[in-house]
């Protein structure tokens, strides 16, 4: 029986909830959807955010032949069948939805380059992985790339309640809300709850049921769904707190579960700037060779090289100061935008500049701030750290 998350996929964009940013008014994939542009692009997101059903929405509105394939167990074969399909008998374009592209190894991907490059297939992937490291530069030069976020609360109580019409069930407010929040963003788990629940506990449904439906045997969520996300949150919160143990626990868990180590290791190279930053700053470049090993070893001997690095990464003095000057920083920069650079750190090539006074005044090592001036005026500081008193713990 097909399961009612596919049921319910919009097929036109004016059902489409979430992604504003994309399909609202005056956006690119809104833009290119009416105006029935061709090319190539990247969806990129968390699961259950609407990467299929744009894809499939584009198609459709270009009157293309949509061929679908999952790169997990997709290949070379797979491509070429679609590129030489003899069943098509005009002229409209073929546009390739690669789900999971990030499975797609090296080889892959340049057997599809050229297809892209000539225009016999029009690429849309889909990933919950960066592009930037796991699309080779040749092809993702070639596409570009939309990122979907997690939908919001309110979006997906507006999905929760479609679904609740379709199966003609009443769940309350205060049901909506808890579901809403539990599925983190992610629609398509949102409403497979819903449908568990009502196979179980019928047309009224609380808190209660939805809890008890999660915990029951008939539900297994996706291993990249909602459990990964509850992982990787769980495995570097464990580094965070310095406990190796839970967080060799975790590791172990995801790479038992498939994940790519590549992925884990990643996550350990942020953490050594984000968590640990300048209580150890070599904690960042352990992270990297190990980011390296992996990449050079390979499962399953790179294994022992992530364990390395998270008892090292566990077990190092934290300090998030240099995180949160940044989200300082990034926040006035989008309160204030381009403020005007201070004409002494101006360059000044020119005499005309050099009249105006650009350059002038200016010491290499002045006491006075280089900031703009709005924000010297009200002394801003972001970085609050002081290297002889390193953090022990979590600020």
């Known amino acids: 029986m097909e399961p009612l998350a596919s049921k319910l996929r919009p097929t036109k964009l004016a059902d489409f909830v979430g992604q504003e940013h994309l399909v609202g008014k005056g956006k690119p994939l809104a833009l290119a959807i009416a105006d029935k542009r061709l090319f190539s692009f990247i969806l990129w997101g968390p699961p259950g955010t609407g990467k299929t059903t744009l894809a ?10 949509l061929y679908e394939l999952s790169a997990v167990s997709a290949g070379k074969e797979d491509i070429r069948a679609i590129v030489e399909d003899r069943s098509i008998l005009d002229q409209r374009p073929k546009v390739l939805f690669l789900d999971e592209i990030h499975r797609f190894n090296k080889a892959q991907q340049d057997f599809l380059l050229p297809y892209v490059e000539s225009g016999v297939l029009s690429l849309v992937g889909a990933t ?57 963003g992610d629609a398509r788990q949102a409403i497979t709850v819903l449908e568990n629940a009502h196979q179980l506990y019928g047309a009224t449904l609380t808190v209660a049921a939805l809890q008890e439906t999660i915990q029951s045997k008939f539900l297994r969520f996706d291993k990249k769904g909602e459990e990964h996300y509850n992982v990787i949150s769980a ?11 839970a967080a060799l626990y975790y590791m172990a868990r995801m790479l038992d579960a498939g994940e790519d180590p590549k992925f884990i290791a ?49 077990g190092a003095p934290k300090s998030r100061h240099s995180y949160d000057a940044l989200q300082a920083a990034q926040a006035d920069v989008k309160q204030h935008g381009n403020l005007p650079v201070p004409l002494r750190l101006r360059n000044a090539p020119t005499k005309l500049m050099k009249d105006l006074g650009y350059h002038e005044g200016y010491e290499k090592y002045g006491k006075e701030s280089y900031l703009p ?17 390193k953090e022990k713990g979590n600020k």
């Open 373 to 389: 001036e709005r924000l010297a005026k009200i002394d801003r500081k972001y970085l609050k750290y002081n290297k002889d008193k």
């Open 235 to 245: 495995f570097i919160k464990s580094m965070r707190a310095g406990d190796a143990d």
């Open 266 to 314: 990643r996550r350990m190279v942020v953490f050594a700037s984000e968590d640990i930053g300048l209580a150890q700053p070599t904690a960042l470049v352990v992270a990297n060779d190990v980011f390296r090993a992996v990449e050079t070893i390979g499962l399953p001997e790179c294994a022992i090289n992530l364990a390395h690095g998270v008892c090292y990464l566990a």
């Open 128 to 184: 919950t992985e960066n592009p930037s490291f796991e699309v080779i530069p040749a092809l993702l030069s070639r596409c570009r790339v939309f990122v979907l976020n997690e939908l919001s609360e309110e979006e997906m109580e507006k999905i929760i309640i479609r679904a609740a019409r379709n199966l003609k069930i009443k769940i309350n407010k205060k049901a909506r809300a808890w579901l809403a929040a539990m599925a983190n």
């Open 56 to 65: 499939r929405i584009y198609a459709n509105a270009l009157n293309a032949h």
